[in-house]
């Protein structure tokens, strides 16, 4: 595998380089990332021998989580990153649902992986394990080709997570062509990327892999520190970060600081988006604030390895009264906009964006059925995104989901999943949940209910419906708002009227 080829060469070229750098948990040199990996990768292999099941990886952004990854793809195995935000009993699901053998976790506290049938491998245990082993495995036993490199779950419509595979040629083309978003690979040799997104998010695959393709620094910044603007301000301050991943919300938050300018930050040399749309505000400000760094928007579900096209943002883009693009296709994607009769469309014209090419995934994890529903392979896989876009001037435009999926600060949400988990709660008849748009972009949830009438405390009641959510979703799928209804509205097909709904949202 190239990706892997490429870390071996930094650790024969560059062993003391800092590979990872997090906030609060120290540095791991481009020689302890592959010794303590290859190590562990033939304990693993030594532990498991035929059974190839995925290992689930639980933790935050510690560096023993990078570890940890490639130790599982040395071994031949692929990984699945849970972070510490998932909910314990999300977590026990897709623990139960891969069949691990495995866990490797980066927490000291890890009561969540209790009564798992599966051996757990702490850092610890890992340490110790590193210790004894006398050398590293061979490379030959390395994921390779069409075998899958890593699984995450997204949010599924039924209530259920899907989980998206990567195989290691499509991590192969997106590495590729990341390498080379903003500034070429020869720039990123040294560099420092951060990393806002945990890693059970798939836009961490484009701050990580990109860093450790090109013989960067990761730098991880953690959930504490990020709550903190005043120490997230220092942080930037003094980590000489030259490209910066995540979503567009949270360069938006960010903009509010004084301190988030060049002055501060003289080092920055690209801002790379994906995961929502990026606004123009957005775009302008970060102009305004680092006149000299240059803007990519990117375009790409997890289905597709993370981002499929790319644009650097011009001035002229910016003051203009269109949305921003997402850009034009790597080397390695088609993309076609299809109608509802599968017709491609002309240019200009809306429908359904078609992904096609490498990045594209083997399809989601033990359910064929969802599998053969949005993917089809002709002798080149193909990917129905959901999303709906039109390309102007060859340059590809997002516009909205065709379904009930939406973005939201970079992580993709099926409503459904948060209306089902709602359904579940004592009293609640039916449930719709709708965005509040602003400027194009997700800026909060709302949930209508009915079956409880007009509570007399609908703050208290609304409080305990959230504090039951997060018992079984992320924060980021808890609605900010709870509306109570008499009655929901619906459609001549008996359908929730969410057209209806949105214009209730305030």
Request: glycine residues 8%; negative net charge.
């Amino acid at each position: 595998m190239i990706l892997l080829e490429r870390i071996a060469d930094h650790y024969n070229d560059i062993a003391d380089q800092t590979a990872v750098d997090s906030v609060s948990d120290g540095v791991v040199s481009y020689g302890e990332l592959w010794e303590k990996s290859g190590k562990l990768a033939n304990y693993i292999e030594e532990k498991m021998g035929a059974d190839k099941s995925p290992i689930v990886v639980y933790g935050h952004k510690q560096p023993y989580m990078i570890i940890y990854f490639l130790a599982c793809v040395r071994s031949g195995r692929a990984y699945c990153p849970e972070d510490i935000s998932v909910p314990d009993d999300r977590v026990r699901s897709i623990i139960e649902r891969t069949g691990c053998g495995m866990i490797l976790t980066a927490e000291k506290e890890h009561d969540v992986l209790s009564g798992a049938a599966a051996e757990v491998i702490d850092i610890d245990k890992a340490e110790e394990i590193e210790a004894v082993q006398p050398e590293m495995i061979t490379e030959d036993k390395a994921v390779s080709g069409s075998d899958t490199f890593y699984i995450i779950f997204t949010s599924g419509s039924t209530g259920t997570p899907k989980g998206v595979q990567i195989s290691a040629d499509d991590l192969d083309s997106f590495t590729s062509w990341s390498i080379h978003l903003g500034y070429g690979p020869e720039d990123k040799e040294g560099a420092v990327f951060m990393n806002q997104a945990p890693f059970s998010f798939d836009l961490s695959v484009m701050d990580l892999y990109t860093s450790l393709a090109s013989g960067g620094t990761l730098k991880t910044i953690d959930r504490k520190t990020q709550d903190d603007m005043s120490a997230l301000m220092k942080t930037f301050g003094e980590s000489h970060l030259n490209y910066w991943i995540s979503t567009p919300s949270f360069a938006t938050m960010c903009c509010g600081m004084p301190e988030f300018c060049e002055d501060h930050m003289p080092d920055m040399r690209a801002f790379l988006f994906c995961g929502e749309a990026l606004t123009n505000t957005t775009a302008r400000r970060l102009r305004e604030k680092f006149p000299k760094a240059k803007i990519v928007n990117t375009y790409g579900p997890t289905e597709a390895t993370c981002a499929v096209t790319s644009a650097e943002i011009t001035d002229e883009m910016i003051n203009s009264d269109e949305p921003l693009p997402v850009g034009v296709p790597g080397p390695n994607t088609r993309i076609n906009i299809r109608g509802l009769d599968g017709r491609e469309m002309p240019e200009g014209e809306r429908g359904e964006i078609i992904i096609s090419g490498k990045n594209v995934s083997t399809g989601y994890f033990r359910d064929e059925a969802q599998t053969d529903k949005v993917f089809f392979d002709d002798g080149m896989r193909h990917y129905h995104s959901g999303d709906e876009g039109f390309i102007k001037e060859g340059q590809l435009h997002f516009t909205e989901r065709m379904d009930f999926q939406i973005k939201y600060h970079g992580y993709r949400i099926e409503l459904g999943d948060i209306e089902n988990n709602l359904l579940k709660e004592p009293g609640i008849d039916a449930a719709a949940v709708v965005p509040r748009m602003r400027e194009g972009a997700v800026k909060n949830l709302v949930a209508f209910i009915a079956g409880m009438g007009d509570p007399k405390d609908p703050f208290g009641e609304g409080k305990k419906i959230k504090d039951a959510l997060r018992e079984k979703l992320p924060d980021y799928m808890i609605p900010k708002k709870i509306v109570f209804l008499d009655k929901m509205p619906v459609t001549p097909n008996g359908k929730a009227d969410r057209k209806a709904l949105k214009g209730m949202v305030r």
